[in-house]
């Protein structure tokens, strides 16, 4: 009994000793989510990285760091063994009973609290602050805005009172069952700030299975389908979907658009996805 | 008895009627203007003969194996026929096999079935012919197994192809298309009239081998051509739409408080009333929170299980 709390007195001492304080740029970080992985090298910080999930495989040099698991199984051993400064996490994905265990162990954590689309700016900076990083997040966090700024004011006519009627769309996330985007996603907010209005924005959960029947009733005038991981077959596997919803305004008018995963992940990525599927409803 | 046969073809005919007007909007059959006919011909319909197809077939295979395995507890699902067709087409979501469009996951399905009731009869037979305990112990031996690879290959991959393939695995009705009924229609027909035949030898094996031999069956014989029909028609449910838990186990027990155990009665009326259960199920999951849809199958064992366990403290099951 004496030995074992020695060793633990000894791992919280080791692990103390070895943690960074606030502001200081830790050396070694473990990212437990793919976009805080994209985000962190985007902060400069992608050499201090020794550690990512399996999923994190943007940018290319992601997938060559040591992997410790999935985003809600990660493994508790990978983590310790690398003798992180800190371990971020997300609050959109991983499991708080993994953070409480890390922190009981005295391993640093920090968690990225920002899930919606304008909270990411302040998002960056908190992270940047605690990881020493101010500046470069503040550059991030500014041209992040000016790029919502300019992404959303396009379609807004300047001294007009009236906003133009918006288009009604829907993003399928899969087609075969039928998942949409909703409330609370990213996604979500995109096509608002481009001008759509979602027409499963009302819905009960951030990925509702949307009825078919619905989706013929509410005519949306665009669907934009997400190629997700399935880079190549999507239009295959949506081709069904699409026959039945023959009628439906947007496949009339061919307004139906594949867009890359790019809106999947709050990041350096989602200002790129923004614009994609607005160049693209624009035209 | 032919009163209550005929209540039940109503029955079952009416929940068609009605699960087919009825939904997350109520279309009124007199005034069907262009977009309401759209949904009701081709979202509507085919769904709904979807449900009927397979709430007939997991009825129907259910009602036959709990007699030819003689064990109350069986269902379609414990042969593992279920668990190969899922795993199956799980590999084939997760794997982003298209190599068929949008037939692709049915009819890896339907093989992945087919395949699992072969190796489930493999190891049931021996000595020229088929032994229940035997078939039952295969089936949930293999069901284990790939129920095991089915979780291995899940916690193995994307948090996105999981979320793809626990919908499919617990029953998806919404993507029902009228090209999926013809196939449909034909192995559930073929599944049950073939055990509509062996009806009368099904009564007899419920009485054991022995009986059944002096009443001039060959119990391995009929047997086995019992187990092709359910597996014809475990295979066709599976791949119309996944697993729905509840109406090829208890239905036909439902069935049995009511109107015997003869298999000439049990094995059409466990069919229908199977059909309109899923039908009504259907109905409820894609009305009550729309324009969200439910799983039909957590909606089965939630209207049924109550209403079993209540007729289990009603009725004297077994005798006793």
Known sequence: MKKVLLFLTLIVFCSFSSSSRAGETPQRIISLAPNMTEILFALGLGNTIVGVTSFCDFPDEAKRKPKVGGMSNPSLEAVISLKPDVVVMTIDGNPREFEERLRSLGINTYVFRARRLWELPQGIRDLGKALGVQERAETFAREFEAALERVGAGERPIGTHKPPPREKALFIVWPEPLIAAGPGTVINDALTLIGLDNIASKSRVSYPKYSIEEIIRRAPEVIIIGRGMEREGIEKISAGLLKRLHAVPAVRNKRVFYVSDDLYRLGPRTIRGIEEISRLVDR | ?320
């Open chain 2, 1 to 320: 008895m032919k009163i209550r046969m005929f209540l039940i073809v109503a029955l079952f005919f009416l929940v068609l009627v009605l699960a087919l007007f009825l939904g997350p909007t109520v279309i009124s059959p007199f005034a069907v203007d262009p977009t309401s006919r759209e949904i009701l011909f081709s979202i509507r319909a085919p769904r709904v003969v979807v449900a009927a197809l397979m709430g007939m077939a997991l009825g129907a295979s259910g009602a036959v194996l709990q007699g030819m395995l003689r064990n109350p507890l069986a269902d379609p699902y414990i042969l593992g026929i279920s668990s190969g067709a899922s795993l199956s087409a799980a590999l084939g979501i997760l794997g982003g096999l298209t190599f068929l469009g949008e037939f692709t996951i049915p009819v890896l399905a339907f093989i992945g079935a087919i395949i699992t009731g072969s190796i489930v009869g493999m190891m049931g037979w021996k000595r020229g012919g088929l032994w229940p305990e035997r078939l039952l112990l295969a089936g949930v031996g293999l069901s284990f197994l790939f129920s095991a690879l089915l979780m291995l290959i899940m916690s193995v991959s994307s948090d996105e192809g999981i979320r793809k393939a626990i919908l499919w695995i617990f029953g998806d009705l919404s993507m029902s298309d009228w090209s999926r009924i013809p196939y449909g229609l034909s192995f559930v027909l073929a599944g049950t009239i073939l055990a509509g035949t062996k009806a009368k030898a099904l009564n007899a094996l419920i009485l054991g081998d022995e009986f059944a031999h002096s009443l001039g069956f060959t119990p391995h014989r009929e047997r086995f051509i019992l187990f092709v029909a359910v597996g014809l028609l475990t295979a066709a449910s599976v791949s119309l739409g996944g697993m729905i838990g509840f109406i090829g186990l208890l239905v036909p027990h439902i069935i049995r408080f009511f109107m015997g155990s003869d298999g000439r009665v049990l094995i059409p009326a466990s069919a229908l009333v199977g059909g309109a259960l899923l039908c009504v199920a259907d109905l409820i999951s894609r009305s009550v929170i729309p324009p969200m849809e439910l799983p039909a199958g957590i909606i089965t064992a939630l209207i049924g299980s109550p209403y079993f366990l209540y007729l289990l403290r009603r009725k004297n099951v077994l005798g006793v």
